[in-house]
Every structure is written in C-alpha cells, then in structure tokens.
C-alpha cells in the first residue's frame, strides 16, 4: 500500500518535472531562434533593397 502511493506521487511528480523542463528547453530554443533569425536578417538585408519611405507633407 505504502509502495503504491509513493510510485502514483513520484510517477506524477516525474511527469510534471518532464513537463517543466520540455517548457524550460523550447522557450530557451525558440529564444536562441528568434536571435538567430534576426542576426540572419542584419547580416544580409541589402540597405538599397530596403523600401523606401513616402515624403512627409507639410
């Protein structure tokens, strides 16, 4: 009785640890992502390609 109640809590508290970190690990990799693409987008944006803004009226 005492095995099966401590297997059921460690069983759930394994399933929540599984989740915290899956959470942990995709926001760090979306993060390095994000920087990444950004870093991409200033390494190679063409200055002349970028578009132009309308004159302002006065």
């Known amino acids: ?3 099966e109640i401590f297997d ?12 915290g970190l899956r959470v942990l690990f995709s926001g760090i990799g979306r993060a390095v992502g994000d920087s ?10 063409a200055p002349w390609e970028a578009p132009t803004k309308p004159a302002r009226r006065v």
């Open 36 to 45: 990444l693409k950004v870093l991409h987008r200033i390494e190679w944006s």
């Open 8 to 19: 059921r809590t460690y069983q759930s508290a394994r399933a929540d640890l599984n989740d």
């Open 1 to 3: 009785m005492v095995d």
